[in-house]
């Protein structure tokens, strides 16, 4: 007597390791007999880019590492297996498939360049049917009142065709058990240097300490959220510079998917009925909404994201300067707020989104250098990396972008004393400036000839008048 095959589907992780609310993992328990979770390190993701840079640098590898690690932990928890796995996604996904007769394999669905040339290519190459599922955003696109081709380019413009009229998906029931093979193999996550990669010395000490992994994700928002209740502050605090509780720090956990925005989005619902609604609570699924938006223009717009003149295709002549640009990334501008931010991305993968602001400005403005190598830059060493934010975000700087303003600059020196009033941040990254400038009896925003042991500033710029 032969049995029958077990109907076995392989539910292909990318950037979505969590269980809770995950549709692609969802649909694939209830509709195979048995389901292959799959993670994939891509060769392509850990090669140089054009400038020079690892694409996945040691900072965002280990957060990856820690949340692929911490996936197979609660997969095993429900009785699951993780399959890991180093190579080419196509060659690996056409093998494993043959392997276990697979009927299906199940992935969330990317929008970007990169990501859609790896699905084309495994879809070329596995025999079974390919299920994505769209599971990145608050709001789905087939709820959203317009296409995506009609998508406004000004944020505003959809946020309010969309805010109060779009409904918000409910969370997936819980998952009760997952059924894999029996001779799914466990093989080792591989190490930074499998990577190509060197340990990267975190400083722990002036940041949040960063960990990957679904339950980090929500050990945060319960502190985040019910303990400290710091999200009833949320937006008069999001533009502050030190400690761990001045934003939420969700970005780095819903770049990999170990939180999905619904699961956020209700959550700060339950704590606007159990203990306030204000300002705050709105403001932080208002950032939900950027994030959706940014990811929803890529879709529309395609490669005109990584274009010179961005997805407004403007005519814009970009310089390069080797020796400029490196005394930026290495927070060597003599610029003291723009170096303190550098040297903190450098030093621990990551950045806040004032300083964010403030360093992509300097770059293309003050200095006029092709914002795809800060673009670039940022992808190789963020740790909460998206490819849609990241990059939408630097042509909305560089005003090639969603921007209804034609001339968006942000003054450092401005900036550093609106946000960082009594220089803390700065003194906190640029110790040698602050001694300097106290036996000066400087203002450390702004250098001059006093300060021998401190670069002079690289460019006059607006600030400096």
């Not at 292959?36 to 891509?42: A, G, L, N, S």
């Not at 859609?116 to 789905?140: G, H, M, Y």
């Amino acid at each position: 007597m032969v049995l029958p095959l077990m109907s076995t589907a392989i539910v292909w992780f990318r950037n979505d390791l969590r269980l809770r609310h995950n549709a692609v993992l969802y649909k694939a328990i209830n509709r195979h007999e048995q389901v292959i979770p799959v993670y994939i390190f891509d060769n392509h993701y850990f090669e140089t880019n054009e400038f020079g840079f690892k694409k996945t640098g040691p900072f965002r590898a280990k957060f990856l590492i820690e949340a692929v690690a911490d996936l197979r932990r609660n997969l095993e928890s429900f009785g699951g297996q993780l399959l890991v796995e180093k190579g080419d996604s196509a060659t690996v996904l056409k093998t494993l498939s043959q392997q276990y007769h697979v009927e299906a394999i199940y992935a969330q669905k990317e929008v970007c360049a990169e990501e859609l040339a790896i699905e084309q290519a495994v879809t070329k190459s596995v025999s079974c049917p390919l299920d994505f599922t769209w599971t990145s955003t608050l709001l789905q696109p087939e709820n959203l009142p317009l296409s995506i081709a009609e998508l406004p380019d000004i944020f505003t413009d959809f946020r309010k065709k969309c805010e109060k009229y779009v409904p918000i998906e409910t969370e997936l029931k819980p998952i009760n058990a997952i059924k894999c093979p029996e001779n799914i193999p466990h093989h080792e996550i591989p190490d930074l240097n499998a990577l190509g990669l060197e340990e990267p010395e975190v400083d722990t000490e002036r940041i949040l300490d960063f960990k990957g992994g679904e339950t980090e994700a929500w050990n945060r928002l319960n502190q985040y959220f019910w303990q400290s209740e710091e999200l009833s502050k949320y937006k008069h605090k999001r533009n502050g510079l030190l400690g761990a509780d001045y934003s939420s720090k969700f970005s780095p956990w819903l770049a990999l998917g170990c939180i999905s925005p619904v699961s956020i989005y209700h959550e700060v619902k339950r704590f606007e009925k159990r203990i306030i609604k204000n300002e705050s609570t709105y403001w932080l699924v208002f950032e939900l909404l950027w994030h959706d938006y940014f990811r929803f223009v890529c879709a529309k717009y395609g490669n005109m994201i990584f274009w010179p003149g961005g997805i407004r295709n403007e005519k814009i002549k970009w310089k390069w300067n080797a020796e400029l640009f490196e005394k930026w990334r290495l927070g060597q501008t003599g610029v003291p707020f723009v170096d303190a931010n550098m040297k903190e991305l450098l030093q621990t993968g990551f950045m806040s989104n004032r300083g964010r602001q403030n360093v992509a400005s300097f770059l293309v403005k003050d200095l006029g250098i092709d914002w795809r190598a800060g673009a670039s830059w940022f992808e190789s060493q963020l740790i909460d990396y998206d490819v849609c934010s990241n990059y939408g975000n630097w042509n909305y700087i560089a005003g090639i972008g969603n921007d209804p303003r034609d001339e968006r600059y942000f003054n450092v020196v401005w900036q550093a004393k609106k946000y960082d009033a009594n220089a803390a941040f700065i003194k906190t990254w640029l110790p040698a400036l602050e001694h300097l400038c106290a036996e000066h009896a400087i203002e450390p925003w702004k250098t001059n000839d006093k300060l021998m042991h401190y670069p002079k500033p690289i460019v006059q710029g607006r600030f400096m008048k």
